[in-house]
């Protein structure tokens, strides 16, 4: 069956270029989740493996990176494709990341929330400020195509897709401490996250990634399926799909804040 990865992000694009964008600059938080697939009410569905979401501390709109290892090291974007904000009451508070889309016969949510129990500082303008935070966010991934609008089957026969997925995020103080270095704008939060992803290999997920990795993976007519494909060689090893392999957050933070000469 296609690897359908290319497809989700897409649905959050289309409704981004709807959501009101404000060029205002903000202090971030950013959240990274990781995608598990629920296989027994799943069928035909591939998503990413993870996402980040980039959102003001004080709510709005948040941008979603998705990524994956699927055949290589891709990264796509929606760019304010989400909500971020607080649900409250008298009895308890939570922080919540909110996505829904549909684009043709195809349709995804997301949707993750996480206690307040924690609090990011920034400064603006020279002046300390601060918000509170969630340390962890649990969520669900729904997404569906019917694919009523699609010429023909796939080669083995299968139509239709629906899946399922969980979604399990971490706060990363670093990476938000890394934007909050500077007053940014949306774009260059994402500017600058995508960087460091293509620092560690990651390349952005054009359809013509798709395709090669469909071709890869369908099995050739009355053949045996194409082989996997084959390790990282020593020239391009294999990085940890975190952003920051051991050793290397502390030399990044080393580079952001050198030590004072005597």
């Known amino acids: 069956m296609p690897i359908r990865r290319s497809i989700l992000p897409l649905h959050l694009i289309a409704i981004a270029l709807v959501v009101m964008v404000s060029a205002v600059r ?8 990781r995608i598990h697939t629920m296989p027994e009410v799943s069928e035909n569905f591939a998503p990413y493996s993870g996402v980040y979401v980039i959102a003001p501390v004080t709510g709005g709109n ?7 290892e699927e055949g290589g090291r891709f990264y796509n974007v929606a760019e304010n494709g989400a909500r971020y904000f607080t649900a409250a009451s008298p009895t308890g508070r939570l922080s919540v990341v909110s996505a829904i889309a549909q684009t043709g016969t195809a349709r995804v949510m997301y949707q993750a929330v996480g206690l307040l129990n924690s609090s990011i500082s920034y400064t603006v303008r020279g002046e300390h400020q601060g918000g ?13 195509d019917d694919e009523s609008l699609a010429v023909a089957p796939s080669p083995d026969g299968s ?54 990795a469909v071709s890869e993976a369908a099995p050739a007519a009355g053949g045996e399926p194409a082989p996997a494909p084959a390790p990282a060689t020593p020239e391009q090893p294999a990085t940890d799909a975190s952003l920051f392999p051991p050793g290397t957050r502390e030399e990044l933070e080393l580079s952001l804040n050198p030590p004072e000469s005597n």
């Open 159 to 212: 139509i239709g897709m629906v899946g399922s997925a969980q979604l399990a995020g971490t706060l990363r103080l670093d990476l938000s401490r890394i934007l909050n270095q500077n007053e940014l704008q949306m774009s260059q939060a994402v500017a600058s996250i995508t960087d460091l992803l293509e620092k560690y290999g990651y390349q952005f997920d054009s359809p013509d990634h798709g395709q090669a």
């Open 132 to 144: 509170r935070v969630s340390t962890d966010m649990l969520g669900t991934m729904l997404a569906s």
């Open 62 to 68: 948040a941008s979603m990176i998705f990524i994956t």
């Open 26 to 33: 903000a202090q971030w938080v950013v959240y990274d989740f």
